[in-house]
């Protein structure tokens, strides 16, 4: 019982701890300073730039924002959609599996294309390796979409303005090659030396105790698995996800996994100024959630100030009435002493 509660207990502390300098990271890379990857990851942005056509320079309003993430996510849900569909015809499917009915293909790729993730299949039988390929691809593309949200979000909330907001591209790419990348990489070798399969063999035959010969199937599953968490997606490898002995094969990859999966979530609370004071914020939305009325008496503040449920009418009386909540100031004079 002592060894669970202490296990959790170092779960978090980790995570926290992991957290902080990791918020810090994420900060620098959406402002533009210098990081350490830059010489690595300057290089592989100005080529996937050049390949594609992007202008990563150019302004955007909200409007342009939402139109190109919208534009990048439909285009490769079609393209997920239809390696799932033809997955029987095409390489990497050493185990044969068969094409994707046009039902089962699309609730699939919609689902790791928004972060859901739900899996009405077995990986094991249901899809090739090209088609666990092309869907850790699209874990990627949700968490980056997620993460290039958030980081046009905080922008429009330092600068108080909703016209020029960087450009999407540039959040986006950045998003999947300097954060998420790195992070996976570091799980994904964590969890291969620690018996996690990384293979494009297929089916492996093997001798149990009692004489019998079972198949069992490995696969690409660390890397898998990695974005999968550091993402915070919920798409595994295997039917059993993370429940499955060669997904999560001791406490070590387990613990790694969950400190992987409350990672990134923990370090957008410590993005200090450049994330619009993130968690200040984050304790004036939960003020706003615990506004319940009751028939007693009127709800009160996280600072016990009482408050009365009237939702102000526009977007400049929201930001002039949040300032004057005292819960509000008081959190973030804990935070950001500096921010008034």
């Known amino acids: 019982m002592n060894t669970e509660i202490f296990g959790i207990i170092a779960m978090f502390g980790i995570t926290i701890l ?10 620098r890379v959406y402002t533009g300073d210098n990081t350490w990857g830059d ?25 342009q924002h939402l139109k190109v993430m919208l534009v990048i996510n439909f285009l490769w849900f079609v393209m997920g959609m239809g390696v799932l569909i033809c997955q029987g015809w095409l ?16 609730n699939t790729s919609i689902s790791f294309m928004v972060n859901c993730n739900l899996q009405h299949y077995s990986g094991e039988s249901g899809v090739s390796y090209l088609s666990q390929l092309f869907l850790m691809f699209l874990q990627f593309v949700s968490a980056g979409t997620g993460l290039a949200a958030a980081a046009v979000l ?15 591209y540039n959040y986006f790419i950045k998003s ?10 570091i799980v994904a070798t964590i969890l291969v030396f620690n018996g996690t399969p990384m293979t494009f063999e297929g089916k492996q035959e093997m001798v149990t105790l009692q004489g019998d010969t079972v ?15 550091v993402g915070t997606n919920g798409g595994g490898f295997f039917g ?36 619009a004071g993130t968690l200040p914020l984050a304790l004036a939305f939960a003020q706003y959630v615990s506004l319940l009325p009751t028939k007693e008496a009127e709800p009160a ?4 100030e009482p408050l009365a449920i009237t939702l102000p009418a526009t977007p400049a009386a929201a930001d002039a009435w949040m300032e004057n909540q005292p819960s509000y100031s008081k959190a973030r004079a804990m935070v950001h002493p500096d921010i008034h």
């Not at 300097?178 to 990489?185: C, G, K, M, Y």
């Not at 503040?301 to 016990?304: D, K, Q, S």
């Open 39 to 63: 010489s690595l990851f300057n290089p592989l942005e100005k080529l996937i730039y050049r390949f594609s056509g992007i202008d990563s320079k150019q302004e955007m309003n909200w409007k």
């Open 176 to 185: 999947c090659t300097r954060i998420l990348l790195p992070v996976s990489l």
């Open 215 to 229: 198949q069992v199937s490995t696969g690409p599953v660390a890397a898998f698995t990695a974005i999968k968490h």
């Open 91 to 106: 390489p990497l499917n050493p185990d044969s599996n068969p094409n994707m009915t046009p039902e089962l293909a699309f």
């Open 18 to 27: 992991l957290a902080i300098p990791f918020g810090k990271y994420i900060a």
């Open 301 to 304: 503040g996280l600072f016990g």
């Open 240 to 275: 059993a996800n993370s429940a499955h002995p060669l997904e999560n094969p001791s406490y070590l990859t387990n613990m790694v996994e969950m400190v992987a999966q409350n990672r990134l979530s923990h370090a957008l609370l410590f993005l200090g100024k450049e994330g």
């Open 154 to 168: 905080f922008n429009a909330l330092r600068e108080r303005s909703s016209e020029k907001l960087d450009n999407f």
